[in-house]
């Protein structure tokens, strides 16, 4: 009988079956009985045990398909570990793998999953798939192509850049090889307080890189705690950092931008409040329409007028941003009729100033009409019933030619060219001239002409040419 201790595991049903069995034999048979008994419970409990297989179910480890280096090693590290400990086969361990990959990674295990015959082949190709070997200058490149912040921890750059480091072929670099090539990328600060020559190790450059950060977090905080700003009372900062303080006076010393007369120049006054551009006029010359309105009108109080030209007729016109539509005064569409234009028929209802509605039929025609530098459509809607009516440049056709008023400045510009602006128009409350018909109107000649004997608008007209002939 061996003297070996044999640890043996046998349940209930078993024990009462051998104290059974040894009951019955002689004290001879017995120790034969009881030896054969327990190497068939030996080799029972052994094929039990073989039977207890273990695998990857309780890995908590997971690789979704990451192509980055530090991320598959770790999943490489962690689950070699976990099939070390838990005493996985290979066999089991490459059927099981497919448990732990999961979105892009388990689409190629299964494409790959088939050519995988050991172990050690299916962590070459885990890698060789999601994180290939980078080339040393591809590994140099990137470890100097960023720098230390002046507020990143000195663990966390070290990690990084030793991390790259360690992807070098064996033996490329000593460690005092690796120093040198790291420290160039410190921040200028610890350059500083840290020289090189004090560093053998990176044990040291570690430690004195902690010690030095600290001490700076520390003095950062103890200043953020003792300044107080004397101009706002509060703590954090001194006055000449105080925001407040600066906000302040560039508001009080900031100037506001010069406002001066558009006509004349004076400053500090907008155009119709100058008194020297409100007594000046625009003087009158012939026109073949235009009309005024027949009660007298406040003073210092004028509708912006502009000079137009339709089809070689020249003419007022007034803007007014409160009509709805455009509307041609009598005398342009009595001249309008003349040249044979054709007028369609609408049907309006027209709000009058005093509140009232009236029911008409209008005339409708659009032509084109020639405004500042530009020829631009215009649809114009005239009352044939109407006397004395007065042509307008409603808000619809402001909107489509682009048109900016400038009323304080008494001037207009165009939308898209600002810095071509036109004046509005001085004109006396008083009728013009109206020319019936152009074709009958004789080319004056100044020459040898007496012009106290003449009337105004003649005086007026000889100016202008004079001075368009200086020009």
Not at 397 to 425: C, H, K, M
Request: aromatic share 8%.
């Amino acid at each position: 009988m061996s003297e070996q201790a044999t640890n043996i595991v046998m349940s209930d049903n078993q024990l009462i079956h051998l104290i059974e069995a040894i009951s019955r034999t002689s004290l001879s048979s017995r120790e034969e009985s009881f030896e054969r008994l327990i190497q068939s419970f030996s080799s029972i409990s052994t094929s039990d045990t073989n039977m207890q297989r273990t695998s990857f179910a309780k890995c908590l480890s997971r690789f979704s398909g990451e192509r980055d280096f530090n991320v598959v090693e770790e999943f490489i590290n962690t689950i070699s570990i976990f099939k070390k400990i838990e005493n996985i086969s290979d066999d089991d361990a490459i059927e099981g793998l497919g448990l732990l990959l999961t979105g892009q990674a388990s689409t190629w295990w299964q494409g790959v999953k088939m050519e995988v015959k050991t172990w050690i082949s299916a962590i070459n190709l885990l890698r060789e798939s999601f994180a290939p070997k980078k080339q040393p200058h591809e590994i140099y490149l990137e470890l100097f192509s960023t720098r230390q912040g002046l507020k990143e921890s000195i663990d966390t750059f070290l990690c990084t850049k030793r991390a790259l480091l360690s992807q070098l072929p064996t033996q490329r670099h000593k460690e005092e090889d690796q120093i040198d090539l790291i420290y160039g990328l410190l921040n200028i600060y610890l350059k500083k307080h840290i020289p090189r020559s004090e560093i053998k190790t990176f044990r040291d450059l570690l430690t004195k890189g902690r010690h030095f950060q600290s001490l700076k977090n520390n003095e950062e905080g103890e200043k953020l705690i003792t300044k107080r700003c004397n101009y706002c009372n509060k703590r954090g900062h001194t006055e000449d950092e105080c925001r407040k303080k600066q906000y302040n006076e560039k508001a009080k010393n900031m100037e506001k931008p010069g406002v001066k007369c558009y006509g004349c120049g004076t400053p500090g006054v907008y155009r119709s409040n100058c008194l020297n551009c409100k007594s000046k006029e625009t003087p009158p010359k012939p026109v073949q329409f235009y009309s005024i309105i027949n009660k007298t009108i406040e003073d210092g109080v004028k509708i912006p007028i502009i000079e137009v030209t339709i089809k070689n007729s020249n003419g007022y016109a007034y803007l007014d941003s409160a009509a709805r539509t455009s509307i041609a005064g009598s005398t342009l569409y009595e001249l309008l009729l003349k040249e044979g234009y054709t007028f369609t028929d609408k049907e309006a209802i027209v709000n009058l100033a005093d509140g009232s509605t009236k029911h008409t039929k209008l005339k409708v025609i659009t032509i084109e009409i020639n405004i500042g530098n530009r020829c631009v459509p215009i649809t114009f809607s005239a009352m044939p019933d109407e006397k004395n009516t007065r042509t307008l440049l409603g808000i619809d056709f402001l909107e489509s030619a682009g048109i900016v008023l400038n009323l304080p400045q008494r001037s207009w510009y165009f939308i898209d060219a600002p810095e071509t602006i036109f004046p509005f128009l001085q004109i006396k409350n008083v009728p013009a001239l109206i020319i019936k018909n152009s074709q009958n109107v004789k080319k004056l000649d100044f020459t040898n002409i007496n012009l106290t004997s003449c009337p105004q608008f003649i005086c007026s007209t000889h100016e202008l040419k004079t001075k368009t002939k200086v020009k």
